[in-house]
């Protein structure tokens, strides 16, 4: 056996969870979490909502994460 560690590839992955710090009545975000995608690390933002074509779903929102401290200009 090898002890050689194989490297997990977080690629196109990501993680949603429950908002901790949502209030209620709010526009916060039900949902909040990130995902790597393409290489490109995002902040996930979700609604939940009922639809009458789906019933209950979840509209996302995508945004690059950006290095602390860095603006756009």
Known sequence: MSDEKKK???NN???VYKN???EPGS???DRKGFATIAGV???ISG???DTEKYGAAISLKFEE???KG???V
């Open 65 to 67: 994460q950006k290095p």
């Open 20 to 22: 901790p710090n949502k």
């Open 41 to 43: 690390r995002y902040w």
């Open 47 to 49: 609604w939940v909502k």
């Open 27 to 29: 526009k916060q975000p």
């Open 8 to 10: 997990y590839d977080n």
């Open 70 to 72: 860095s603006e756009d």
């Open 13 to 15: 992955t990501g993680l």
